[in-house]
T-cell receptor
Framework: SAVISQKPSRDICQRGTSLTIQCQVD?????MFWYRQQPGQSLTLIAT?????????ESGFVIDKFPISRPNLTFSTLTVSNMSPEDSSIYLC???????????FGPGTRLTVT | GQNIDQPTEMTATEGAIVQINCTYQ??????LFWYQQHAGEAPTFLSY??LDGLEEKGRFSSFLSRSKGYSYLLLKELQMKDSASYLC??????????WGAGTKLIIKP
């Protein structure tokens, strides 16, 4: 397994601003993922961030809106740019480790855009 | 397209047994995961099935039938702390995790 921390745990931001979310893992991992989860709904994958390569974005998500950095094997950031109220959500990072490459999740960042 | 179906919500009684079903249609199959998510918390890994049959882990068991595209999570001796959402996820041929919408399980005393 892996222990994952995220900062900030929550934030309230104004429309048009940007927020950078940090994800720190207690061990070196190759695969990191960023998800968004609306209240009461399931997980939506934003992008996969592997160290040493550009992040791979899912349909509906673009780098200009959600730039991702992955400078080393224990850390990643996701920026939510030019925010609108529709970006209000919980953002989760996860890592794929373990015997089955099961994913372990950070505690999440609850973002509210006003 | 890829699709995973789970019931939206289920209710069960403390001490009883509940079965949460999951059916899937995906591009290839490299395993099926069950996760538990308490309200306001991150999902936590419960089980993994890649071969047909039943995997038992304490009060929780998970079953898989690849030919039917079907899995279930069985929870025994239900406790109030089992109230949570249960997410089914399939690893497709590209090793991409496809997530179901989750089943909200409500436990009543």
């Amino acid at each position: 397994s892996a222990v994952i921390s995220q900062k900030p745990s929550r934030d309230i931001c104004q429309r048009g601003t940007s927020l950078t979310i940090q994800c720190q893992v207690d061990s070196q991992v190759t695969m990191m993922f960023w998800y968004r989860q609306q209240p009461g709904q399931s997980l939506t994958l934003i992008a996969t961030a592997n160290q040493g390569s550009e992040a791979t974005y899912e349909s509906g998500f673009v780098i200009d809106k959600f730039p991702i950095s992955r400078p080393n094997l224990t850390f990643s950031t996701l920026t939510v740019s030019n925010m609108s109220p529709e970006d209000s959500s919980i953002y989760l990072c996860s890592v794929g480790v373990g015997q089955y490459y099961e994913q372990y999740f950070g505690p999440g960042t609850r973002l509210t855009v006003t | 397209g890829q699709n995973i179906d789970q019931p939206t919500e289920m209710t069960a009684t403390e001490g009883a047994i509940v079965q949460i079903n999951c059916t899937y249609q995906t591009s290839g199959f490299n395993g099926l995961f069950w996760y538990q998510q308490h309200a306001g918390e991150a999902p936590t890994f419960l089980s993994y099935n890649v071969l047909d049959g039943l995997e038992e882990k304490g009060r929780f068991s998970s079953f898989l039938s690849r030919s039917k595209g079907y899995s279930y999570l069985l929870l025994k001796e239900l406790q109030m702390k089992d109230s949570a959402s249960y997410l089914c996820a399939v690893l497709d041929s590209n090793y991409q995790l496809i997530w179901g919408a989750g089943t909200k399980l409500i436990i009543k005393p």
